[in-house]
């Protein structure tokens, strides 16, 4: 006993020694394990199944959303620890899957229900966003992840019903739905939406943003946790009154609403006592002002407000100290801004643009000297650009585009040392460019474009090392151009100038060019257009309208393969530039004003998607081929030598818009397939050989603006077959020199809707617009002025005409035209017009000229006319017209020729005074009148008699000269003859 009481201490000691040294053991063996064999074998196999679901696609759309964009899943592979893996992450005790992380890794394929996937039970994170899983539902097996706390699906292109499934995820945290980025038809239904409400007690995060939730009332939000730190439902096509009372959450820290959908907000009446730091509020209806309330929002650091708030920017916001993010862009405040805006020195971006903001730019913004972004553009600021400005040394970006800004751009610019980006466009800037900006070496994008600078172009322009846009377009800048010495820019734009001398040879060392437009300058010289041949990644190149000769090399086999849009507008071509044959897209192709002979090229027939075709005065000839591309949106062939019918093979679906073939000697019949063409907006086949009846099946075109016929062979009545829509949007109407008779278009005139609205005059003007890409081309139109022909450059949408001259039309003008009140011009001459000039003419106030010369129009000459203040232009000349003409306004300048021919005017401009001679009742002629005919009347009694005379006499003054009447004794050719052969009898039978 004593023995083992002796040894029980020593071998107590060596049992402990012996269990720790177990224990270290196995601590090391479990911890070298844990490091290299943590995952279990079913879920690295659970996750290798999950892989072979999907391919890898590269060209995934929005990835450059990411900011780390690769392929995670490539690194799985079996026999290797899954918690190693990219994107995979452990339970550091267990080993399970407990985060999977694949956002931004190009999966691509459909989203199959049974994935794999739903194995990892232990799962507590899981971000599949920025993948293409086509349009796959959300599977409802995603409430099997029971531990799930963060789930981001967004922008991965699942569609269709949100499951009810995804509201039984209890521990959620964090909800990011969002297919903003991505299109989709993601749907989440009330009673889901409830749901999810009612069982996510412990949610954070709600991002929805894309999610269409038109069912669900706005007010259900209210209900949300109040642990709520972010909600983010912008674009949810929400309707309806959002809750002000949201602001009210006791930790919502960021929120984002707006988007599609008739979505109210009242800012006015908000209480804000939540603790913001981020707020977006966009596309939607905040309430008319911005409370100066906003000025509590003291934690707020950034904030986006554009909802078309009106007034003043209040004062308040000079009170968030903690901003460095404010944008009120696209609103309609319009006050000077408050000068509390320069207390917030932590601001790093300010947009204030597309608002009616005016006066002055204030130069307080100096103070905000850790500003990077400054975007004031679309206002109405005046004035010059402080010079204060310059001290804003951290500026990378400084936009005052489209503003009233004037004088010399401050050399104070200089000093802004980090700017690569410049836009000082469409103001009206003066002098030369006077700052030295030589240490812009980081700037990238310069816009000087759209304003007064003149002078010539600094030599520190061309030698700029990282430029890639530089538009100094619609200026007057003058001189040449100096050599290039960088060959970084991508966007060369000097058009609109008066540039002279050559194009300099260093263009060709710009191998990066994409863009480049040079025209409306006065270059001149001879251009090989091999100069060009080395710019391999052009897709625009506009020289038209300098005094340019370019030749193509009989030698030079070049292409330039990416060439989309060309326009060699006046360059002395005479023929066709080869290198454009082989160019891959190309989309428009302007030659117009050239010498170019010969047919059209086969060749064109092969660019698939060319959309725009003016081959505009040139000396083309022969046929018009069958074989152009059915994607032409203009085809403008006018002023050329074109022979034979127009092409009958206008197919269904025809996406024409501009269809100009005047000035050529086309014939036969319109084609009625035109009507295949329902995007038609212009159509102009004037001076042709054209015959056929009136094409009154035009009428079911819904967008014809614009219908020339003139000088051709059309024949016969213009009759309506329709009754409310036809040629509704009709501005432009020209029939004239044809053999149209009949009454006016009374029907026609009755539909002419886009004539009767004005309203377009109080707005700033607008050109009838090609497709969008296309913005650098307008529509031609020939139009006759003061009896000449013009052809305008640009058709405004304010502009309309109606031309119906050299026709055989008779009977009244109707009162209706007195409708037609933004008419800008109006030519009813040389027709068989009768009755009087219709007071209705009066209501005209936006016509410009007026000729109803050469009709048979009688009675006076309305004194309603005199309020027709922008009338340039009035003929009235040989028509029996009578009385005093109209004094005062324009009818004060014009002269004898706008009434000669109406032998019953009298007054001002004409010799023949008024005074004395009086004026007699409507019914009859002037006294001058009655002494012009008298001896006639006279002769014509003493021949047949006085009572036949006195008769003959009272018709005469009662109903005005009739035709046979005035043949018979002027001399001239009767138009009723059987009228005249009868009076001629009748005569002979009584002497």
């Known amino acids: 006993?004593?023995?083992?009481?002796?040894?029980?201490?020593?071998?107590?000691?060596?049992?402990?020694?012996?269990?720790?040294?177990?224990?270290?053991?196995?601590?090391?063996?479990?911890?070298?394990?844990?490091?290299?064999?943590?995952?279990?074998?079913?879920?690295?196999?659970?996750?290798?199944?999950f892989k072979t679901s999907f391919s890898i696609n590269y060209t995934v759309p929005y990835s450059y959303y990411c900011v780390e964009s690769y392929s995670k899943i490539e690194s799985w592979k079996g026999g290797i620890d899954c918690c190693s893996w990219d994107g995979v992450s452990c339970d550091n005790v267990t080993g399970h899957v407990i985060a999977l992380n694949l956002s931004c890794s190009f999966l691509y394929g459909t989203f199959p229900s049974n994935s794999t996937l739903f194995s990892l039970r232990n799962l507590q994170s899981l971000n599949l966003a920025l993948n293409d899983f086509r349009?796959?539902?959300?599977?409802?097996?995603?409430?099997?992840?029971?531990?799930?706390?963060?789930?981001?699906?967004?922008?991965?292109?699942?569609?269709?019903?949100?499951?009810?499934?995804?509201?039984?995820?209890?521990?959620?945290?964090?909800?990011?739905?969002?297919?903003?980025?991505?299109?989709?038809?993601?749907?989440?239904?009330?009673?889901?939406?409830?749901?999810?409400?009612?069982?996510?007690?412990?949610?954070?995060?709600?991002?929805?943003?894309?999610?269409?939730?038109?069912?669900?009332?706005?007010?259900?939000?209210?209900?949300?946790?109040?642990?709520?730190?972010?909600?983010r439902l912008f674009d949810c096509q929400l309707r309806g009154n959002f809750p002000n009372s949201i602001f009210r959450f006791p930790n919502l820290k960021r929120?984002?609403?707006?988007?599609?959908?008739?979505?109210?907000?009242?800012?006015?009446?908000?209480?804000?006592?939540?603790?913001?730091?981020?707020?977006?509020?966009?596309?939607?209806?905040?309430?008319?002002?911005?409370?100066?309330?906003?000025?509590?929002?003291?934690?707020?650091?950034?904030?986006?407000?554009?909802?078309?708030?009106?007034?003043?920017?209040?004062?308040?916001?000079?009170?968030?100290?903690?901003?460095?993010?404010?944008?009120?862009?696209?609103?309609?405040?319009?006050?000077?801004?408050?000068?509390?805006?320069?207390?917030?020195?932590?601001?790093?971006?300010?947009?204030?643009?597309?608002?009616?903001?005016?006066?002055?730019?204030?130069?307080?913004?100096?103070?905000?000297?850790?500003?990077?972004?400054?975007?004031?553009?679309?206002?109405q600021f005046s004035g010059p650009i402080p010079a204060s400005i310059?001290?804003?040394?951290?500026?990378?970006?400084?936009?005052?585009?489209?503003?009233?800004?004037?004088?010399?751009?401050?050399?104070?610019?200089?000093?802004?040392?980090?700017?690569?980006?410049?836009?000082?466009?469409?103001?009206?800037?003066?002098?030369?460019?006077?700052?030295?900006?030589?240490?812009?070496?980081?700037?990238?994008?310069?816009?000087?474009?759209?304003?007064?600078?003149?002078?010539?172009?600094?030599?520190?322009?061309?030698?700029?090392?990282?430029?890639?846009?530089?538009?100094?377009?619609?200026?007057?800048?003058?001189?040449?151009?100096?050599?290039?010495?960088?060959?970084?820019?991508?966007?060369?734009?000097?058009?609109?100038?008066?540039?002279?001398?050559?194009?300099?040879?260093?263009?060709?060392?710009?191998?990066?060019?994409?863009?480049?437009?040079?025209?409306?300058?006065?270059?001149?010289?001879?251009?090989?257009?091999?100069?060009?041949?080395?710019?391999?990644?052009?897709?625009?190149?506009?020289?038209?309208?300098?005094?340019?000769?370019?030749?193509?090399?009989?030698?030079?086999?070049?292409?330039?393969?990416?060439?989309?849009?060309?326009s060699f507008s006046s360059c002395n071509l005479s023929e066709f530039p080869n290198f454009i044959r082989h160019s891959n897209g190309l989309q428009s192709l302007v030659l117009s004003k050239n010498s170019i002979h010969g047919n059209i090229p086969d060749w064109i027939c092969e660019k698939d998607d060319l959309q725009i075709l003016d081959l505009s005065h040139n000396n083309l000839i022969g046929k018009i081929p069958n074989c152009l591309p059915k994607s032409l949106s203009v085809l403008n062939l006018q002023a050329n030598y074109f022979d034979g019918n127009i092409p009958f093979g206008f197919p269904e679906g025809c996406g024409l818009r501009n269809l100009n073939l005047h000035g050529n000697q086309m014939e036969g019949l319109l084609p009625k397939s035109l009507v295949n063409c329902r995007m038609l907006e212009v159509l102009d086949i004037g001076n042709n050989n054209i015959e056929d009846t009136f094409p009154h099946w035009l009428e079911s075109l819904p967008d014809l603006q614009v219908l020339v016929l003139r000088s051709n062979k059309f024949h016969g009545f213009v009759q309506s077959t329709k009754e409310s829509t036809s040629f509704s949007k009709l501005r432009v109407l020209d029939l004239s020199g044809n053999d149209f008779l009949g009454p006016l278009p009374l029907r026609y005139m009755e539909n002419f809707k886009a004539m009767m609205d004005s309203h377009g005059e109080d707005g700033f003007p607008e050109y009838m617009e090609t497709p969008r890409r296309f913005n650098f081309y307008q529509y031609s139109l020939v139009v006759t002025w003061k009896g000449f022909d013009y052809e305008l450059q640009g058709i405004l949408t304010i502009f309309s005409s109606i031309h119906l001259s050299n026709n055989k039309f008779k009977g009244e003008i109707p009162d209706v035209i007195g409708k037609l009140s933004s008419l800008k011009g109006l030519n009813l001459s040389h027709n068989n017009l009768t009755g009087q000039i219709p007071p209705s003419l009066g209501n005209l106030r936006n016509l410009e000229w007026l000729d109803l010369s050469s009709n048979e129009l009688a009675g006076k000459i309305p004194d309603g006319l005199v309020s027709l203040t922008q009338l340039s232009v009035l003929n009235l000349s040989n028509n029996h017209l009578v009385g005093r003409i109209p004094q005062g306004s324009q009818f004060n300048t014009f002269g004898n020729g706008s009434y000669e021919g109406n032998l019953g005017l009298c007054g001002f401009p004409l010799s023949k005074s008024c005074d004395g001679i009086g004026t007699p009742p409507s019914s009859f002629l002037e006294k001058d009148e009655f002494?012009?005919?008298?001896?006639?009347?006279?002769?014509?009694?003493?021949?047949?008699?006085?009572?036949?005379?006195?008769?003959?006499?009272?018709?005469?003054?009662?109903?005005?000269?009739?035709?046979w009447f005035v043949s018979l004794f002027d001399g001239r050719p009767s138009q009723s003859g059987r009228k005249m052969r009868k009076a001629k009898r009748l005569v002979q039978r009584r002497r």
């Open 390 to 566: 310059g001290n804003l040394r951290q500026l990378t970006s400084l936009e005052l585009s489209s503003n009233s800004l004037s004088r010399q751009i401050p050399a104070s610019l200089a000093n802004l040392t980090q700017l690569s980006d410049l836009d000082l466009s469409n103001n009206q800037f003066s002098g030369p460019i006077s700052f030295h900006a030589i240490r812009f070496s980081k700037l990238t994008y310069l816009d000087l474009s759209y304003n007064l600078l003149n002078g010539m172009l600094p030599p520190w322009i061309f030698t700029l090392p990282l430029l890639e846009q530089l538009c100094l377009s619609h200026n007057q800048f003058q001189g040449q151009i100096n050599q290039f010495q960088q060959n970084s820019l991508i966007r060369l734009d000097l058009s609109n100038n008066k540039l002279q001398g050559s194009i300099p040879n260093s263009i060709v060392n710009l191998v990066n060019l994409s863009y480049l437009d040079l025209s409306s300058n006065h270059f001149s010289d001879l251009v090989e257009a091999d100069m060009f041949s080395a710019l391999q990644y052009l897709e625009i190149i506009f020289l038209s309208d300098n005094n340019l000769s370019l030749r193509m090399n009989v030698n030079a086999n070049f292409t330039l393969p990416i060439l989309a849009d060309v």
């Open 255 to 379: 929120f984002s609403l707006g988007g599609k959908g008739n979505l109210t907000i009242d800012l006015a009446s908000s209480n804000w006592s939540s603790p913001l730091q981020r707020l977006y509020l966009a596309d939607m209806d905040c309430g008319r002002r911005l409370p100066e309330s906003i000025g509590d929002l003291k934690s707020l650091q950034y904030m986006s407000l554009g909802c078309n708030l009106e007034g003043s920017i209040p004062a308040s916001i000079g009170n968030l100290s903690q901003l460095t993010y404010l944008s009120f862009a696209q609103n309609n405040f319009n006050r000077q801004i408050p000068t509390s805006l320069s207390n917030l020195t932590q601001l790093t971006s300010l947009y204030l643009y597309s608002n009616n903001l005016s006066g002055q730019i204030p130069s307080s913004l100096a103070n905000l000297t850790q500003l990077t972004f400054l975007s004031l553009s679309l206002n």
């Open 931 to 963: 002494w012009r005919l008298g001896w006639r009347v006279v002769v014509l009694g003493y021949g047949c008699g006085v009572v036949f005379g006195l008769l003959m006499g009272y018709l005469v003054f009662r109903t005005g000269k009739p035709k």
């Open 1 to 49: 006993m004593r023995i083992f009481t002796k040894l029980s201490a020593p071998l107590c000691l060596l049992f402990v020694f012996l269990c720790l040294k177990t224990a270290f053991s196995s601590s090391i063996h479990a911890s070298s394990f844990s490091t290299t064999h943590r995952c279990s074998h079913e879920e690295a196999l659970a996750l290798l199944q």
């Open 135 to 231: 349009h796959s539902k959300i599977p409802s097996e995603i409430s099997q992840f029971t531990r799930l706390k963060h789930l981001d699906i967004s922008d991965s292109r699942f569609s269709g019903h949100v499951p009810e499934e995804i509201a039984h995820l209890p521990k959620l945290l964090s909800l990011n739905l969002s297919n903003y980025q991505i299109s989709s038809d993601l749907i989440l239904e009330t009673t889901t939406f409830k749901n999810l409400v009612h069982n996510l007690s412990e949610v954070r995060e709600l991002v929805l943003n894309g999610v269409n939730m038109t069912s669900v009332n706005p007010r259900f939000f209210m209900n949300l946790s109040s642990s709520l730190t972010t909600l």
